[in-house]
């Protein structure tokens, strides 16, 4: 039996939270409920017990049993969180880490599949701070179950009703069915940009920002998989839940990666490794003064084709390819050229999707088919690529 923490948020709509959870029993879960003490305003945690048989927390200082401390507990037991109604407020909140009630101290210190499924007034929604606040959210790997447009209960009409029970169910037991798809798998990514040093204050670089490699580092790990995310240097927040290998250069990311492929089942070439760097690398600065500098260039090692060298029979490697247009024929050919089960076409020429971008648009080449991911999150894109990439267990 799975576990699910409803968190209940002080919206009109949280009467439909309870059938949310009386529907997610009938799918033979255990449901605890949240809530916040403004949601406690509009239903009675009594009711919610009575329908569970669970204790329903509301106070951070709730412990339904002695000396445990049940924010820790509940976050450890639970398969799955779902946050239905979530309020612009709670929102704002789980994006920022606030811990200053048992809802937000709980979802702090859990760190596994989350459903958030929004509710409120249509301008609440559409504002800047809840929309960014939503992005992050799903960002760092949380499914949003999107609020419909109609009527709402402040008079308005736009987009801010919660979504229909049946969707919200259907949303949390598709999380907890694909949580479980990669078990007992290793998943290695290589991410992010290389430097390749041409002094000691200057490197050559790309654009790159790691989104997309934290992103599938954060989708692995969500369905079960034990992940290694080798990343060139980055800003971008990754998932504390992978073995985090820190590289700078080329050679170094080839040296890394390689110590791990022996044992993993699948591998992505995420990473936006530079084809070249430096011949020979000046110590201290170049100088305007000595001239105009000639840089020879050497060409780096192609890491995913030596991946896909060394890998095991049985696994499987995707190569990503960045092109400056929509045609699919450089992803047909690196497809043979490096020897790999896939290749992820990504178009870099079209600004709303791949280098630094929070959403992207994939075509997966395969010896046998080419499919489109759908415009989307890079962490939807992500999930899109492991459900057309994994093995049946
Ligand atoms: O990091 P983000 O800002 O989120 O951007 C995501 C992304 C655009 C970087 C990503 O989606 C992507 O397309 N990654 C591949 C970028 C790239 O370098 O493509 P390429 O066509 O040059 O290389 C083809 C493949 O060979 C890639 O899998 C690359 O990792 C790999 N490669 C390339 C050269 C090299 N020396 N070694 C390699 O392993």
Same mark, same amino acid.
């Given at each position: 039996m799975k576990t699910v923490v409803l968190g209940v948020s002080g919206?009109?709509?949280?009467?439909r939270a309870c059938d949310i959870a009386r529907e997610l029993m009938r799918n033979d879960c255990r449901v605890r409920v949240c809530l916040t003490h403004a949601a406690s305003k509009f239903v009675s945690p009594s009711l919610f017990e009575a329908l569970t048989g669970q204790p329903c927390l509301v106070s951070?200082? +709730?412990?339904?049993?002695?000396?445990?401390m049940a924010h820790i507990d509940w976050a450890r037991e639970a398969d799955v969180v779902t946050v239905a109604p979530a309020t612009a407020n709670i929102l704002n909140k789980l994006a920022n880490g606030y811990a200053d009630d048992m809802l937000t101290t709980l979802a702090l210190a859990y760190d596994g599949p989350t459903v958030v499924a929004p509710a409120m007034n249509p301008t609440m929604f559409g504002n800047e701070t809840t929309q960014a606040s939503l992005r992050a959210i799903e960002a760092r790997g949380a499914s949003i179950v999107w609020p419909q447009s109609g009527d709402v209960a402040c008079g308005e009409n736009g987009q801010g009703k919660l979504a229909a029970v049946q969707d919200i169910v259907d949303a949390t037991l598709g999380v907890l069915a694909r949580?479980?798809?990669?078990?007992?798998k290793t998943v290695l990514i290589t991410s992010g940009p290389t430097q390749e040093p041409i002094d000691d204050v200057r490197f050559l670089s790309n654009r790159s920002s790691g989104k997309m490699g934290a992103a599938l580092a954060r989708a692995a790990l969500d369905r079960g998989a034990s992940v290694v995310l080798v990343t060139g240097p980055t800003n971008t927040v990754l998932p504390s839940g992978a073995t985090l290998v820190w590289v700078r250069t080329a050679r170094e990311m080839l040296a890394a990666a390689m110590s791990h492929v022996?044992?993993?089942d699948l591998i992505f070439g995420a990473a936006a490794v530079s084809d070249f760097s430096p011949a020979m690398l000046v110590s201290g600065k170049i100088r305007k003064a000595d001239g105009l500098p000639t840089v020879a260039l050497v060409v780096n090692p192609d890491i995913i084709a030596e991946l896909a060298k060394a890998a095991p029979a049985s696994a499987r490697v995707i190569a990503f390819a960045a092109e400056?247009?929509? +045609?699919?024929e450089v992803a047909r050919r690196k497809l043979e050229e490096k020897g790999v089960y896939a290749v992820a076409h990504? +178009?870099?020429?079209?600004?709303?999707?791949?280098?630094?971008?929070d959403d992207n648009e994939l075509t997966l080449v395969t010896r046998d088919r080419e499919v489109r991911s759908p415009r989307a999150p890079k962490i939807v894109c992500a999930h899109w690529l492991l459900e057309q990439t994994t093995l049946p267990n």
């Open positions: 919206s009109v709509a949280c009467y951070a200082f +709730d412990e339904p049993e002695q000396g445990r949580s479980k798809t990669l078990v007992g022996g044992n993993s400056p247009n929509p +045609d699919l990504n +178009d870099v020429s079209d600004a709303g999707i791949g280098f630094e971008s």
